[in-house]
């Protein structure tokens, strides 16, 4: 492992898909890269326990396995659990390409016999989403995966390449991560093959999963993923049977939080519902409420002090700009929504700290600082304000360049939308001794 010095973190050279890494698409990815060199660093003893209290993707829990530490993940989003099980979970290729035979066979035959399913979301405007003819061949392949008597494992493999083939068939923009349609003259051209489509994912992701597979069987990290809030990670960890912790506890923690709350940042809830309701996952009304209940989500009834002067300086200047805005453009408190977030996200170090190993952990957050109202938000320095109260002790902060980070492109600093413009290029890695 080279010094942090000596690493280019823009990796602009290094694949984000190996491995399971490329299973899905999913807002604001993390490149995995990032997870590799600081679980290296910080947790190349492979007894030491990694824990991602915003896993989305799951690819730290991934890097985890890969490097032979077992890990947690926690996020509120029942989507984001499905994914980073799956990709957590090694699977025989020889088994998954005979499932795939299968699946298109039958779903060929199910065209030449006229056969037709009504299993597309209720909810779901087929006419307005899709080209002609798409649905009925999705409801065609859906009804082929879901029939099939096979492991529950295998089968959500599929169900998740038939989630990412209903959105790559679709006039959703790819993208961004809002639900916007592509432009009425590129959907006169689309004219996407389903079966095709799914084949090459199906095909794309077993021989990935092949090799996440053989790398795996090498270590022996074992991984666990929680439908859960990181405002009570004491609890999810109290849940968790299986001997995958030290002692109830973890060691290092790689992770990227939101940028702010959801609705006027990126919104996970939004990105999911479709696949959600796709795939039939279980927990729906968890689904619906993603980016309600998110971080920053509730707004608070008062502003309180979390210990961060920096916080407190750049509210002063939020509020100011909140009253100075005519009643034309939006006149809400946007500061409230900037306290809001930080009030969660102080609450999660509390927790954090609490199921960290005293005196043998790290802790590293990956951010970017975003603008309200014009204002940059300094996220990178305002999280080591507030993690210090918990004993988070900062030790180094590094800079990297985003380079193809899957997120909306730039927007106009008022426009409600206004997390993402030339301040965000960069991120930060904020590493804690704890
Ligand atoms: C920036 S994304 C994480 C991306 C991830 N590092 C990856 O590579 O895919 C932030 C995640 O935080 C989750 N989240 C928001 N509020 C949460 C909460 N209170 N508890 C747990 N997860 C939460 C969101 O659902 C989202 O998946």
């Known amino acids: 492992m ?26 604001a990815r993390m490149h995995p890269e990032i997870a590799k060199q600081l679980i290296e660093k910080y947790a190349s003893d492979t007894k030491k326990v990694v824990f991602d209290p915003f896993m989305g993707s799951g690819g730290v ?22 994914l980073s099980k799956i990709k957590t979970t090694p699977l025989n290729s020889k088994k998954l390409n005979k499932i795939f035979d299968k699946i298109i066979e039958n779903s060929k035959k199910d065209i030449s016999n006229k056969k037709s ?12 989403w899709y080209p002609r003819g798409i649905p009925k061949k999705l409801q065609i392949l859906k009804h082929n995966i879901f029939e099939l008597d096979i492991p529950e494992k295998e089968k959500n493999f599929f169900k ?53 597979t053989k790398e795996t069987k090498k270590t022996s990290g074992k991984t666990v993923v929680i439908l859960g809030d990181t405002r009570n990670t004491v609890g999810e960890f109290k849940k968790i049977r299986k001997k995958i912790l030290d002692k109830g506890k973890a060691h290092l923690v790689v992770t990227s939080p939101p940028y702010g709350d959801h609705g006027t940042t990126v919104a996970y809830g939004q990105f999911s519902r479709y696949p959600g309701q796709w795939l039939e996952l279980p927990k729906q009304k968890e ?19 979390l210990e961060s002067p920096l ?39 509390g927790q954090i700290s609490k199921v960290l190993k005293k005196g043998d952990s790290h802790c590293c957050f990956v ?6 109202r014009r204002e940059v938000i300094p996220t990178d320095k305002i999280i080591v304000e507030l993690a210090r109260k918990y004993g988070f002790r900062h030790k180094e902060t590094i800079y990297r360049k985003i380079i193809n980070k899957a ?16 301040t965000m290029n960069e991120e930060s890695i904020v590493v804690w001794e704890y």
């Open 311 to 349: 916080l407190e300086k750049t509210l002063k200047v939020i509020k100011k700009k909140d009253s100075e805005v005519t009643k034309k453009t939006a006149h809400y408190s946007r500061a409230r929504d900037v306290f809001a977030f930080f009030f969660d996200l102080d609450e999660c170090f």
């Open 407 to 422: 997120m909306a492109s730039k927007n106009t600093p008022e426009n409600i939308v206004d997390y993402r413009d030339e």
């Open 160 to 212: 998740l390449c038939f989630s990412l083939t209903q959105r790559k068939v679709s006039f959703q923009k790819t993208n961004i991560y809002k639900i916007y349609r592509i432009k009425p003259e590129k959907r006169k051209e689309f004219k996407p093959d389903v079966f095709k489509i799914f084949s090459k994912i199906c095909k794309i992701n077993i021989e990935k999963m092949d090799n996440f």
């Open 2 to 27: 080279a010094s942090a010095e000596m690493i280019d973190w823009t990796f602009s050279k290094v694949s984000t898909k190996e491995f399971t890494h490329g299973f899905h698409t999913y807002p």
């Open 117 to 128: 399913y009504k299993n597309a979301p209720k909810d779901l405007d087929l006419k307005f």
């Open 61 to 82: 829990l991934v890097e985890a396995m890969l490097h032979g530490n077992n890990a947690i993940g926690i996020d509120i989003n029942p989507f984001s659990v499905f």
């Open 367 to 372: 951010v970017a600082n975003r603008r309200v």
């Open 287 to 305: 689904l619906s409420s993603v980016d309600k209940i998110g971080l920053g989500g509730k707004k608070k009834k008062d502003f309180s002090d």
